[in-house]
Structures are given as structure tokens and as C-alpha cells.
T-cell receptor, first 109, second 116 residues
Framework: KNEVEQSPQNLTAQEGEFITINCSYSVGISALHWLQQHPGGGIVSLFMLSSGKKKHGRLIATINIQEKHSSLHITASHPRDSAVYICAVRGGATNKLIFGTGTLLAVQP | EAQVTQNPRYLITVTGKKLTVTCSQNMNHEYMSWYRQDPGLGLRQIYYSMNVEVTDKGDVPEGYKVSRKEKRNFPLILESPSPNQTSLYFC???????????????FGDGTRLSIL
């Protein structure tokens, strides 16, 4: 079993829909990252959080440390949100990142 | 412009021919790291560096070498490449907070390596 699991693996939505991507992890962590990878391959860091909730534009990330779970929400989704969304955790006191395998999101007009 | 620059972006080469993928960042970041990305496996860490002359193995270091002689550069060296090292490679950097790696990572655009 992977230490970081994401669901769903694939997601197709209609423009304007509210989207939720989930990330569960089995190790103790000190931080969780959400990354976005566009079809061209480039990776952008969206959020880094260790507790609570963060918001940036239409994106919201939450984390529940007790339940070892994080969610990434996209409100009013748009076709330009189509990308792979990757969850990564920094395990405990290490300086390594462990990655989920990603969620492929396609938003149709 | 703040960026992480990898070169080359694409490379097709043959088994056993030594190659180096360069990575340079202009943000004065202490932390630099190399990852490979394979279908179904996601991103996996190869090596990372906390600062100049400080490097450590990630999860898949076999067949790779790195060096950190200067803060801005972190080259990835494949001494004797093999076909199982065909992959998409990313370099990334970040600041190191007092408590460790709790800063966002900045990624390069990726290098697609094909080893025949």
C-alpha cells in the first residue's frame, strides 16, 4: 500500500462544477503539499500546509492531521483547471517528500 | 525572473554513455532535489541536497550521482545509463525554514530522457 493515496485517479467535470480531490496518508507528517502539473509537464506548487485551511482564488486546501487526510477543492471549475493534481507529504522530521500518483482532472466546456 | 533551469529538455542516448543533466536556480535556495516521474508510479525522489557539499539519497538513488559544489547548481549524473532510467526528470529547489522543508518547492520544466 502506498504511503500517500489520492482519489479519484481520474475525474471529469463540467465547467462550473465544484471539484474535490482527496489525499490520505499513512505516515506522520510535518507538511503537505498540493502541486499542479499541466499537460506540457511543468509542475507548480499550489499550497503547502500543516494545519487548517488555505485559500487562493478558486482553490481551497484543507488538512485534518488527526484523520491523516487532506482535500483540494476547486470552485467554479474552468477548462484551464484541467491538469494532474499531486499530493505530497513531508514525513516527520525528514526532508524528503513522498508523492501520491496524482489525480487527472479534465474540465469540459 | 525567479526560476529553476534544467538542461537539456530532451535527450535520446544509448546505454552506457555517460550523461549529465544540469540544474540551476537563481533564488539562493538551500534545498535542491531531483525527482523522476514514471507512469503509474508518480514522482519519486532520487537525491536531495540541504546545502553546498551536503547531499543525501532519496528513495531511488541507484544508478545516479549528484554534486553540490555551488549553491545554485545541482547536476544529476548518470555514469552508465540503462534503459530503465528512461523517464521524465524534474529538479526542484526551495528555501529551508528553521524547522526544515516547510517551504513551497519550485520546479524546473523537466528533462525527458530516453536510453536506448
Amino acid at each position: 500500500k502506498n504511503e500517500v493515496e489520492q482519489s479519484p485517479q481520474n475525474l471529469t467535470a463540467q465547467e462550473g462544477e465544484f471539484i474535490t480531490i482527496n489525499c490520505s496518508y499513512s505516515v506522520g507528517i510535518s507538511a503537505l503539499h498540493w502541486l499542479q502539473q499541466h499537460p506540457g509537464g511543468g509542475i507548480v506548487s499550489l499550497f503547502m500546509l500543516s494545519s487548517g485551511k488555505k485559500k487562493h482564488g478558486r482553490l481551497i486546501a484543507t488538512i485534518n492531521i488527526q484523520e491523516k487526510h487532506s482535500s483540494l477543492h476547486i470552485t467554479a471549475s474552468h477548462p484551464r483547471d484541467s491538469a494532474v493534481y499531486i499530493c505530497a507529504v513531508r514525513g516527520g522530521a525528514t526532508n524528503k517528500l513522498i508523492f501520491g500518483t496524482g489525480t487527472l482532472l479534465a474540465v469540459q466546456p | 525572473e525567479a526560476q529553476v533551469t534544467q538542461n537539456p529538455r530532451y535527450l535520446i542516448t544509448v546505454t552506457g554513455k555517460k550523461l549529465t543533466v544540469t540544474c540551476s536556480q537563481n533564488m539562493n535556495h538551500e534545498y535542491m532535489s531531483w525527482y523522476r516521474q514514471d507512469p503509474g508510479l508518480g514522482l519519486r525522489q532520487i537525491y536531495y541536497s540541504m546545502n553546498v557539499e551536503v547531499t543525501d539519497k532519496g528513495d531511488v538513488p541507484e544508478g545516479y550521482k549528484v554534486s553540490r559544489k555551488e549553491k545554485r547548481n545541482f547536476p544529476l549524473i548518470l555514469e552508465s545509463p540503462s534503459p530503465n532510467q528512461t523517464s521524465l526528470y524534474f529538479c526542484a529547489s526551495s528555501l529551508l525554514a528553521l524547522e526544515g522543508l516547510n517551504q513551497p518547492q519550485h520546479f524546473g520544466d523537466g528533462t525527458r530522457l530516453s536510453i536506448l
